[in-house]
């Protein structure tokens, strides 16, 4: 069973950039197709963005179109989330999944078989 542990959150200012990590223990990492979700404070969990098995495919919100970068390095069984132009809106606890199914349903909280802990992200105006 794979368990994830995100890392790389914290405070910056609007306009700034953040990477966030996301590495999985376990042997079958790169069987998984691997996600990015967010959860706002009082509001649900949504898709930021998704990566096939072998970073060769990605999927992305409007709302990280253009400004997230999602990438993995299955040598070292991990999911990176690079964040440029960062804004308030952007504030949220940041959560890595982990699923076995298609790279679009990867795109649903619901399909994630694995999820982390979390990492927070604030920004401030």
């Known amino acids: 069973q794979v368990q994830l542990v995100e890392s790389g959150g914290g405070l910056v200012q609007a306009g700034g950039s953040l990477r966030l990590s996301c590495v999985a223990s376990?042997?079958?990492?790169?069987?998984?197709?691997m996600g990015w979700f967010r959860q706002a404070s009082g509001k649900e969990r949504e898709f930021v963005a998704t990566i096939n098995w072998s970073g060769g495919s990605t999927l992305y919100a409007d709302s990280a179109k253009g400004r997230f970068t999602i990438s993995r390095d299955n040598a070292k069984n991990t999911v990176y989330l690079q964040m440029n132009s960062l804004t308030p809106e952007d504030t949220a606890v940041y959560y890595c999944?982990?699923?076995?199914?298609?790279?679009?349903?990867?795109?649903?909280?619901?399909?994630?078989?694995?999820w982390g802990k979390g990492t927070l992200v604030t920004v401030s105006s």
């Open positions: 376990g042997r079958t990492f790169s069987s998984y197709a």
């Open positions: 999944g982990a699923t076995m199914k298609r790279l679009a349903q990867a795109m649903r909280p619901l399909s994630m078989d694995i």
